[in-house]
């Protein structure tokens, strides 16, 4: 079995939790479809199964608001702001990878 494991800001924990956030956009973050396990890193980790159902494909430019919207966000503004804050380096032009997952409840 697959043990990959994709780590996500403890801020996303609730949005993930409820269902909010489906999506994560990730560069140069190889991730495969399959099992996983979804690690907040809180002062105590926590650890949701989940399995990673699609991976798309884009550049930074090319993500939209349904994108935004399915990765818990408010509006494309607000996703390419905490993108710049995880990524300090990403651009516009920068391949990025549109992870989708759900919970395995």
Known sequence: ???????????????????RKTTTVRFR????????????ELDEEVALP?????????T???LGEADARADGFRDLAELH????????DIGPADDITVVHFRLVR
């Open 50 to 58: 989940g399995v990673v159902t699609q991976l798309t494909g884009k």
């Open 81 to 88: 702001g905490r993108l710049r804050y995880h990524y300090p």
């Open 1 to 19: 079995m697959n043990s990959q494991s994709l780590y996500f800001h403890p801020d996303y924990l609730d949005a993930v939790r409820a269902g």
């Open 29 to 40: 973050d190889p991730v495969e479809v399959g099992p996983v396990s979804l690690v907040f």
């Open 60 to 62: 930074v430019a090319q």
